[in-house]
């Protein structure tokens, strides 16, 4: 039982590291070629794993073979332009001034209720009220509004808007993260301020509180704390 415990979590490790090199993409976010690779890896991985008599260099070996080749791909895909086409393609225009083209929709073997349910998911549900929607390497849809239908910004309404930071997590059940606490340039006797004035004795009774750097705080106790 030792032995594919340790097989595992090698592997496990292994994978994740490679996945980490990777970079931090979603699944739906991932290149051709990192799809590609991302898919190969598990196969690979699921060998050794599955046979003890199989030597572990098996599945190690291809899997950092795989890992290089991506990074190199990656390197080339950065500094040659017409590489990055290739592997990648160019992104496609699939609506221009309110009307579908035909043309781009079929090259992308698309169909329109695929295509109109992508604008949902995105807000948008009158193609008329659309500019341009581009159909992104990343099989991603980037949608451009036309004037009129953009919704208005501050500057247009003539509102004067102050400025807001990031908000940064500060308790995390009931454990305080001193490194956020001090980006927005707080310390613990602030912090210690804060929790009793809602309520609460101690950062082990809240189970979410983040601040600005303008002192904006959102908090949620735990259960049962006050």
Not at 187 to 201: H, K, Q, V, Y
Request: net charge neutral; glycine share 8%.
């Amino acid at each position: 039982m030792l032995v594919p415990f340790i097989r595992t979590l090698i592997l496990y490790i292994l994978i994740i590291a490679v996945l980490r090199l990777m970079g931090k993409r979603q699944v739906g976010e991932l290149q051709p070629t990192e799809l590609v690779v991302t898919v190969l890896v598990s196969a690979v991985a699921s060998v050794p794993l599955q046979d003890v008599d199989i030597p572990l260099s098996h599945g190690v070996v291809p899997i950092l073979t795989l890992m290089a080749s991506e990074m190199l791909v990656s390197h080339f895909c950065q500094h040659h332009i017409g590489f990055r086409r290739l592997l990648t393609g160019n992104p496609v225009m699939v609506i221009r001034d309110g009307q579908l083209l035909q043309q781009s929709i079929e090259k992308l073997r698309l169909n329109t209720d695929d295509l109109l349910a992508g604008l949902r998911l995105g807000g948008y549900f009158d193609i008329r009220d659309i500019r341009r929607a581009v159909v992104e390497t990343n099989g991603q849809l980037s949608v451009m509004l036309k004037s009129d239908s953009q919704p208005p910004a501050a500057k247009d309404l003539g509102v004067a808007v102050t400025p807001a930071g990031p908000f940064y997590t500060l308790i995390s059940d009931g454990r305080v993260i001193s490194d956020n606490l001090s980006s927005v340039g707080r310390d613990r006797a602030w912090l210690e301020r804060e929790i009793e004035a809602r309520g609460c004795r101690t950062a082990r009774d809240v189970f979410f509180l983040c601040a600005d750097e303008n002192g904006n705080v959102i908090f949620t106790a735990k259960e049962g704390a006050r």
